[in-house]
Structures are given as C-alpha cells and as structure tokens.
C-alpha cells in the first residue's frame, strides 16, 4: 500500500465549491513534477461547476493527472483508498468527513483543510493540516507530506491504532446519535 514518494492521490467527496475540488486542482498544478495522478470520487452536485472544474484540468495541462471517477460503490472506493498513497481533502467546510475517518481507520496519510474534527486529528498526530484554505498552503502540505512521507506514514499507521482504540467500544446506535441534528 505504501511507497517510497506517493504518487497515487485520491479526493472522496462531491465534485463541488464547498468540497474545494476546484481547490484542489489549483494546489495540484503547482507542484513541480507531474508524476503523480489523482482521482477525484464523488456525485457532481452542479453540472456547471463539474464543467468549469474540466476546464481548469484542462488549461492547467493537468488531464493527464486529475480523472474524475464519479460516485461508486462502497467496495470500489474502499479498494481505491488501499492502491492509494495520500488522501487530499480540500472541503470549506466539514462537519466531520468520512472520507478522513475511513483514512485514518486505514493508515492512509491525508492532506486536510482545518475542518471538522481537525483538532483531534492534531491531537492524534496524524495527517498534515493546512493552515488555511489557500491553494498556497495546501500546496506546501502536499509538497512536505511528499517531502516527508515515510515520515507521515508512520503516523498514520500509529493514528490508526489509537483511532481504532477511541472507537473499539462506541455502539452503531452512538454514532447513529452523533449524526443526528
């Protein structure tokens, strides 16, 4: 599951301005070597920003790196997260992100955005945190947690120990609960 330097990058989440994916394609394209690909999975909330999102792949030159793979089952994106190397998640906002507990309950390392459960995320040690929601600070996470990963991988793996822990004793009717309004 694990490389040396990751090359193989994954975005879960709708393809929409909330979830930053346009973003996220900014942060990519700055990164000096085009040797990494990322697939990008998730419904398209708006068919006119999917559209301006293909068209920044494309001015940016980044088709060859960025695919959109739409929704699929939870088996296939389960088997996408495990040939991955880095989750990169962009949102403007998030509650709590599935796509960060299903990284962390797999060891994955992921670049985030300061959202959701993120304190906890620091508290745990895992992950890198941008700073802010700017395609410059997102790109230096990704560039450091490239710079650092087999640094960043063994916080992952470590994480995941601790997070399966916190986790081992919460009920299906307590996270039921948890996401209620």
Partial sequence: MYSTVPSKFIAVGSVS???GTDILIESLSTLEKKTWTCDIYGAIDNQQF????ISLVN??????????????????????????DLLIHTSLHENSSIAIKDAISIGLPFVI???????????INVGMISDGFGTKKISKNIYDAINHYPHLVSRSKAAREIYRKETKNVSFEEILNLLLC
């Fill in 17 to 19: 301005k909330d979830k």
């Fill in 59 to 84: 001015k940016l030159n980044l088709n060859q790196s960025i695919r959109f793979q739409g929704l699929v089952s939870q088996k296939e994106l389960h088997t996408a997260y495990c040939l991955s």
């Fill in 50 to 53: 999917y559209d301006k999102c």
């Fill in 113 to 123: 955005t300061p959202t959701g459960d993120f304190e906890q995320y620091k508290k």
